[in-house]
């Protein structure tokens, strides 16, 4: 091991001290190379590890230093990619047994935009079967573990990226959201992790779970940190200001609207929702003043999401269900077959009620709220017991799924501990940089971004 304290090291502290000199990419790569060597055979976040590849840029990056040259806002940052994004040369299973041998010709776009900014590639995190899960929990490269308790899943679908950042295997990565499967893992172990406004980043090279929810976000430790991976991610990210210059924008005079329906309260654990309350508040000593607000179609909508979720996924894997089910997990083979089960008649009325429910949301904007604050996740995190179930995925998934249907840029941030483990809290905006904003502003009066799980 290196002496590089990367338990305390944020992605935001890594592009300062390189810029200044005080921090060589290659020792950067190298600490994350022997902590992933030490901690990756219990955690298994990362389902293929390029390490040659990753030194080779470290080195091409620290001689571009030593050149002058400034490759852009992630110079040197090593970073992991969720193994549903193509990494060219690099395995693409989307942790299924399909497509083990599935090795990628080029980069996704995502990756693409990392790259042009110089982030380093350090390999491929785990994922729940073709995303089709919120757990992680796969029968075919087994789970992936909580770094705050082992013996606990880190969420899902991008359980992997979550458990590698928390533990800080890498200083950032890259997850995708469909129902939460950023927002969710984000918030069970402790990070910031962003889902953006649908078709806001280009999905090119990343297999799909329901194209038309389909999105890829960051997960870093703070919003800050998001802020710098969004800068490289969204070419069109400096038009109107950079996300980093937003964030120094003053939140103050945002109205944060919370919602009053049961939905959110009564089924919750009663430490998340008080959290959650209390991060409210303490926004409100911010200036952030909170406005209550009813959301009446939200339990109808957390019906139909999965209506149109598994009949999209359905129609993607159909050949595959028909010819070899049986080389599904059972979790994922039972949604898909759910999905296949949906009449056309029932997701053409589910598109049309989502589209009722984006008019309402977007009304409420318009008139009451500039934010929308709720739980990311109504418990903590489970144990790995096999646990895979529907009615698993749709607690894990209550609150997140109904905000994907609302096309609008949603966020996951630490604000408290339930039995030792982090919760979230869910903010939505119009769009990303005012999200961001608020986090940052959140974090800067909080600390519970800042704790690391002991392992």
């Known amino acids: 091991m290196t002496e590089i304290d990367l338990t305390v090291l944020t992605l935001a502290d890594a592009v300062a001290q390189i810029k200044q000199g005080e921090l060589s990419p290659v020792e950067l790569v190298k600490a994350c190379l022997a902590r992933i060597e030490y901690l990756n055979p219990t955690l298994n976040a990362f389902l293929t590890v390029t390490g040659d590849e990753a030194m080779e840029q470290a080195r091409y990056a620290a001689e571009a230093i030593r050149r002058g040259e400034d490759w852009g806002v992630l110079h040197g940052i090593p970073v992991g990619i969720k193994d549903l994004i193509d990494v060219a040369g690099a395995r693409t299973t989307a942790g299924s047994d399909f497509l083990r041998e599935n090795v990628a010709q080029e980069d996704a776009f995502v990756v693409q935009q990392l790259r042009g900014a110089g982030a380093i590639i350090l390999g491929k995190t785990h994922t729940h079967e073709f995303a089709i899960g919120a757990t992680t929990v796969n029968p075919h490269y087994g789970p992936a573990h909580n770094p705050w308790n082992v013996d606990y899943s880190p969420g899902g679908s991008s359980g992997g990226s979550a458990a590698a950042v928390a533990a800080s295997l890498c200083l950032g990565a890259l997850g995708t959201d469909t129902g939460g499967s950023v927002r969710e893992p984000a918030a069970l172990c402790g990070l910031t992790g962003l889902r953006p406004s649908i078709g806001l980043l280009n999905t090119q090279g990343v297999i799909p779970m329901t194209p038309s929810l389909d999105t890829v976000g960051p997960m870093t430790h703070t919003a800050l940190d998001a802020a710098l991976m969004m800068d490289a991610l969204d070419p069109q990210s400096a038009s109107g200001g950079s996300y980093l ?125 500039d934010v929308l604050a709720m739980p990311t996740v109504p418990v903590p995190s489970h144990p790995i017991d096999g646990s895979t179930g529907s009615e698993a995925v749709r607690q894990l998934l209550r609150f997140t799924y109904p905000i994907s249907l609302s096309g609008l840029p949603a966020l996951s941030i630490p604000c408290g501990f339930s039995e030792g483990f982090p919760i979230g809290l869910q903010l939505v905006a119009l769009s990303e940089k005012t999200l961001l904003r608020v986090a940052h502003a959140y974090q800067r009066a909080t600390d519970w971004h800042a704790r690391r799980p002991l392992l």
């Open 245 to 369: 210059d937003h964030l120094s924008q003053p939140a103050d005079g945002l109205r944060v609207g919370l919602p009053v329906d049961d939905f959110f309260w009564l089924e919750s654990n009663l430490q998340v929702v008080a959290a959650v309350r209390g991060a409210v508040d303490r926004l409100a000593d911010l200036g952030l003043p909170t406005v209550e607000i009813g959301l009446p179609m939200v339990e109808e909508i957390r019906g139909i999401a999965g209506v149109i979720a598994l009949s999209e996924a359905a129609a993607f894997h159909k050949d595959r269900l028909e010819s070899e089910p049986e080389r599904f997990g059972a979790d994922v083979r039972e949604r898909l077959e759910s999905g296949m089960a949906n009449r056309a008649v029932d997701y053409i009325r589910a598109l049309g009620r989502m589209a009722a429910w984006q008019w309402e949301l977007r009304a409420l904007f318009a008139e009451e709220i």
